[in-house]
T-cell receptor
Framework: DTAVSQTPKYLVTQMGNDKSIKCEQNLGHDTMYWYKQDSKKFLKIMFSYNNKELIINETVPNRFSPKSPDKAHLNLHINSLELGDSAVYFC??????????FGNGTRLTVT | DQQVKQNSPSLSVQEGRISILNCDYTNSMFDYFLWYKKYPAEGPTFLISISSIKDKNEDGRFTVFLNKSAKHLSLHIVPSQPGDSAVYFCAAKYSGAGSYQLTFGKGTKLSVIP
């Protein structure tokens, strides 16, 4: 009965590959997010979608592209993976002013 | 530039005692603050929040104190339990902003020793 679920939990891939991470929420929230937790442990926002529309796109490389087929799903596609993309990626959702509800994260390792 | 700072990367406390986790912020526009708790291999979960119109908010064993003049907040856990062992993140934003404008600290790892 997971509220925010993301798959896969672990992703190991080689440089140059393209990969996707999927996220789904069953909370009925209109807003979904992708966060990146890097090696320094900071949680930094990458994207936010409100009801299928992108409302913020922080300065992440355009190799990263979020895709939202509906308001319950926000997938993250990454092209031409680089070593520096290795991190834990968290999906989250919320009401417009509410606290974030996070998924359990996807640990991406690029070799 | 870290706008939200948690200067203690880790903290160890004996079971039953008080745990105090600290957080400082530099952006004077921040007026809404949250604490999240994170277990290994899980996502952060919302714990407690406080608005700048208050200086204290309590929820069971968890109390958050806000000192606006010092731009400092703290999370008190009393009494501490082994299940409280986790990483605690402080986060802040301007209350009129959306949740996407949350700024997180680096977290403090709390270990509660039985």
């Amino acid at each position: 009965d997971t509220a925010v679920s993301q798959t896969p939990k672990y992703l190991v891939t080689q440089m140059g590959n393209d990969k996707s991470i999927k996220c789904e929420q069953n909370l009925g929230h209109d807003t979904m997010y992708w966060y990146k937790q890097d090696s320094k442990k900071f949680l930094k926002i990458m994207f936010s979608y409100n009801n299928k529309e992108l409302i913020i796109n922080e300065t992440v490389p355009n190799r990263f592209s979020p895709k939202s087929p509906d308001k319950a799903h926000l997938n993250l596609h990454i092209n031409s993976l680089e070593l520096g993309d290795s991190a834990v990626y968290f999906c989250a959702s919320s009401l417009p002013q509410g606290p974030l509800h996070f998924g359990n994260g996807t640990r991406l390792t690029v070799t | 530039d870290q706008q939200v700072k948690q200067n203690s990367p880790s903290l160890s406390v004996q079971e039953g005692r008080i745990s105090i986790l600290n957080c400082d912020y530099t952006n004077s526009m921040f007026d809404y603050f949250l604490w999240y708790k994170k277990y290994p291999a899980e996502g952060p979960t919302f714990l407690i929040s406080i608005s700048s119109i208050k200086d204290k908010n309590e929820d069971g064993r968890f109390t958050v104190f806000l000192n606006k003049s010092a731009k400092h907040l703290s999370l008190h856990i009393v009494p501490s339990q082994p299940g409280d062992s986790a990483v605690y993140f402080c986060a802040a934003k301007y209350s009129g902003a959306g949740s996407y404008q949350l700024t997180f600290g680096k977290g403090t790892k709390l270990s509660v020793i039985p």
